[in-house]
């Protein structure tokens, strides 16, 4: 009798855990929401902070909204270029299992786990060593530092499962290991798609690693040595003013910001269940 | 023909060869990078006097972190006594008691809880978090607390981090066999005896790696820790007063401190402490995890 008590002690005690974390997750959604929602107006995302914006008069974020979708998407794309061949060549080129695939695993679960603000220090440093100023070059540099681990762990995910018959049956028809990575990279599309968006998601949202390396303005950029406005930053340093208008918008950002990456997110599941899907 | 067929083969397998090495040779720049930055000061100060004075006075020249390193060590604390029993237990039910089709509704949000940038953390910390403790919980215990505060801190932190422990935690009890599982309640234990004697007892190391995996995210939490922790550079004295950590330190002083001497150096200094300790803690645990996995030969 007491086995069974104890048993149903805990089990209610996990439901109850289980259900606390997405009521979090609601309750975090409402505020959010219901802050952000009365000051949500077409002028916060169409228009750049006109004079005074910082004392509560007109304008709006186009200028971080910009900044920030340039700096993901640069980022992203520069990451792809460098994760892709890595990814490739621990699971194509480099025999299965090897010393260097099991070492490139690791750092990239090491560097994933590395803070953006060491990434933003780090960043800094090659900024200076080079004689950069903050900018949005300097900020995608570091950005795509810390998304190359983010899309390497997730697509070397999809690659390793990948069936080794679909490798060998290139082989035997006396495929080079190039055309192999050509055929394996179609079969792995949704999951290239998840990690894309999951960078996105990733770079978006993060502050730490743009406050040393891209600025802030008010302008939206026009060459990549401009110092650029980001959406994390916007609505930090918005939170921080004591005038209440301006902190209306920090929420109605925050709100954008939120919409974003939920957006990114229902997207990546989308692309994840079709590859559960395609799975041979 | 075959011969160009070849030489694309060769030099895409160089070029990527050379791309897989300075992806993972990233690591070492960075702790190079940052050591070379923070040289300065350790060559003015020892390391001992820094880490263990607590007088931050960068026009004084005087720069101890302990106050910092104390209000790091306390939320991360905090965040882990919270998190982690209820991670543990979650995860529990979700890999042991819960159906497919339950875990395919209550998986999601804490997906989508992972996929929140830290800043929203933040504001939902400063709107929710620092009143709450302000005045729900302080008034019972201190005079006056602005909310703004190391348990506030610990908190946002936590939730931040339940995600994390989850996702880890899940997967290593999916490394247990079942086999052991079925050894135990073919003899007759109940389930619950089960989980208690034979899963967590198998799952101890990955335990430990999720752990401590968690703890080096708590250690270099930013922005949205930064926004609920009151940021005054004392040491806490208890959970209702404010805490200074580290990551905060480096993000409020990036602009000045390109002005004062020594002072860029003594932050760099900081982000190489977080890098060293979050390093070797990351790759302890991921190593743990590779060899419950299998995947380290």
Known sequence: MKRKLEEQFFKLLMILCTLSISGVLIMILWTITSKGAGSLTWDIVSKIPEGGFYIGKGGGILNAIIGSIYITIGATVFGLLISIPVVLYINVYAKKNSWLATTTRLTSDILFGLPSIVYGAFGFTIMIYFGLKTSLLAGTITVTLLVIPILVRAMDEVFRVVPEDIGNAVYSLGGTRWETSKILIRQCVPGIITAILLSFGRAIGDAACVLFTAGYTDSIPTSLDQPTATLPLAIFFQLSSPIEEVQNRAYAAALILTIIVLVISFTAKYFSKKLSKNKI | ?297
């Open chain 2, 1 to 297: 023909m075959k011969n160009i067929r070849l030489t694309i083969d060769k030099i895409t397998g160089n070029s990527f060869l050379v791309l897989t090495l300075l992806s993972t040779v990233t690591v070492v720049l960075i702790g190079v990078g940052l050591y070379y930055k923070s040289l300065p000061i350790l060559q003015n100060s020892s390391l001992s006097s820094l880490l263990l004075s607590a007088e931050w006075k960068p026009f004084k020249s005087s720069f101890g972190f302990l106050a910092y390193i104390a209000g790091t060590l306390w939320v991360t604390a905090i965040a882990i006594i919270i998190a982690l029993p209820i991670s543990l237990l979650t995860a529990i039910y979700l890999s042991e008691y819960a159906h497919v089709k339950v875990k395919k509704v209550l998986l999601p949000p804490i997906d989508l809880l992972s996929g929140i940038p830290p800043v929203i953390y933040g504001v939902w910390g400063v709107l929710v978090i620092v009143p709450f403790v302000q005045e729900k919980l302080a008034i019972h215990f201190v005079e006056f607390s602005s909310g703004y505060s190391t348990l506030a801190g610990g908190i946002v932190l936590a939730i931040m981090i339940i995600p994390l422990i989850i996702s880890i935690l899940l997967e290593v009890f999916n490394t247990v066999p079942d086999g052991l599982r079925e050894a135990s309640l073919s003899v007759g234990a109940t389930q619950w005896e089960t989980i208690k004697h034979v899963v967590l007892k198998k799952s101890l190391p990955g335990i430990l790696a999720a752990v401590v995996l968690a703890v080096s995210r708590a250690f270099g939490e930013t922005i949205a820790v930064l926004m609920v922790c009151g940021n005054i550079s004392e040491i806490p004295h208890s959970i209702f007063d404010p805490c200074y950590p580290l990551p905060a330190l480096i993000a409020n002083n990036y602009g000045e401190m390109l002005s004062v001497p020594m002072y860029e150096s003594a932050l760099m200094l900081a982000a190489f402490i977080l890098f060293v300790i979050i390093f070797l803690f990351n790759t302890i645990s991921r190593i743990i995890l590779y060899r419950l996995e299998g995947r380290m030969n």
